[in-house]
Each structure stands twice: as C-alpha cells, then as structure tokens.
C-alpha cells in the first residue's frame, strides 16, 4: 500500500499541530505524522525551512508541490480539497453555512486563542519547562477568557454547536486549547457554565479528538 502523501509535521503535543490532526481525522484523511524535534531545533533548519518560513509548527505537504502552514488555513484546505470524505460538514455545504463557521473560527482566533494559549502557556508548558510562572498573566488572560466566555454561553444556549446544530472547524479549532484548560485547577472552572459545559463534553467525546489524544499519549 502507498505511503499516504499527506504529511503533517510537528509534536502532537503542540495545540495547532493537534488541531490539524483532528480535522484530518474527520475528514478521513490518511496522513503520516512526522515527528520534529524542536528541543534540538529542527524547525529551524534550512530543509524546514523550505516547508514553513517561519520556522513553526505544523508544517504540511500535500504530494510534492503543495506546502502550507497555519494550522486553521491546512484545515480550510483540507475540508476544501476533501469534500465529499469524512464529515462533509465538517466546512459548511452552501455559502451561508461556510460563513457561519469562518465568523467563529474568526472569533476563536481574534478572541478566544490569544488569552486561552496564554494560560496554556503558563498552566500546562511552563511548569513541565521548569519555567516560572507569571501570576500576572494568569489573572489578566482569565478574567479576558472568562468575558469570551460568557459570549459563547450565550450563543451555546442558542444553538447546538458555536456555527448551529452540526460540529464543525469552528468547534474543532477550541479542542487544543480547552483540552490542556479543563486539566489545569486554575482553569476547568472557566468552563463550567451549563452551556459551555455541555458543548465541551459533547465536542470532546468525539472519536476524532479521542485519537488525537492517544497520539498525544503515545508521543
């Protein structure tokens, strides 16, 4: 059997490599996962380079002439270029729909991302770095990601998932995030509100992020 000819490269363990693996998942993609080893500074080395110029994680390749990087702009791709695979809703089915999920991935990356990789920083990477943590910036990006989510409580009492009733990139792209979140006693209680709550559970559980997971596990 041919080795897939989608290539992700990057640690599991990093939020937006993981957030293209989930979506990959979804869409039944095959994919090989190539590890790169950053502590050591692969990302940095000129054959990377070529791949992503800036030297960040993931980096992706789709045979040998397509090349990206960003992680929420592989998975608009891949939903794109693989339609009628996987959860074909994954990306929206009509114009309305598609702008619906881009207005909150949007919103994930302008609003929730920014305060929500701090605390991801500080609560989870910092402590396994021997890196001090900075209680300034705990309290600031709480109290930032505590207002973001109210909006989404709100929204999450409207309608089953962030863009309507079926999950969507808009719902996967907060995956990485809330997952090391929900793990850090500082955090977990920001995402207790009943609705928040609920959609957490329920994005969660899906078989796609389970797998993610084990990939995390197993790095």
């Known amino acids: 059997m041919a080795a897939p000819t989608v290539k992700v490269y990057g640690p599991p363990m990093s939020t937006a490599v993981s957030r293209v693996l989930?979506?990959?998942?979804?869409?039944?993609?095959?994919?090989?996962?190539?590890?790169?080893?950053?502590?050591?500074?692969?990302?940095?080395?000129?054959?990377?380079?070529?791949?992503h110029p800036f030297g960040q994680v993931p980096a992706f390749q789709d045979g040998d002439h397509i090349s990206?990087?960003?992680?929420?702009?592989?998975?608009?791709?891949?939903?794109?270029?693989?339609?009628?695979?996987?959860?074909?809703?994954?990306?929206?089915?009509?114009?309305?729909?598609?702008?619906?999920?881009?207005?909150?991935l949007e919103a994930e990356g302008q609003n929730f991302n920014p305060p929500s990789s701090t605390l991801v920083f500080q609560l989870a990477f910092a402590p396994r770095m021997k890196i001090k943590q900075d209680e300034g910036a705990i309290k600031q990006n709480k109290?930032?990601?505590?207002?973001?989510?109210?909006?989404?409580?709100?929204?999450?009492?409207?309608?089953?998932?962030?863009?309507?009733?079926?999950?969507?990139?808009?719902?996967?792209?907060?995956?990485?995030?809330i997952h090391y979140l929900v793990a850090a006693p500082d955090a977990a209680p920001l995402f207790t509100s009943p609705n928040v709550a609920r959609w957490w559970d329920e994005i969660s559980s899906r078989d796609s992020w389970k797998q993610v997971v084990d990939l995390q596990r197993g790095a």
């Open 22 to 51: 989930a979506c990959l998942i979804e869409k039944d993609v095959q994919f090989q996962l190539i590890p790169v080893n950053m502590s050591k500074g692969e990302h940095k080395s000129p054959d990377y380079l070529k791949i």
């Open 68 to 104: 990206l990087f960003e992680s929420r702009a592989i998975c608009r791709y891949v939903c794109e270029k693989f339609g009628e695979k996987g959860n074909k809703e994954l990306y929206g089915r009509n114009p309305l729909a598609k702008a619906s999920i881009d207005q909150w």
């Open 143 to 177: 109290e930032k990601l505590a207002k973001v989510l109210d909006v989404y409580d709100k929204r999450l009492g409207e309608s089953r998932f962030l863009a309507g009733e079926d999950f969507s990139l808009a719902d996967l792209s907060h995956l990485p995030n």
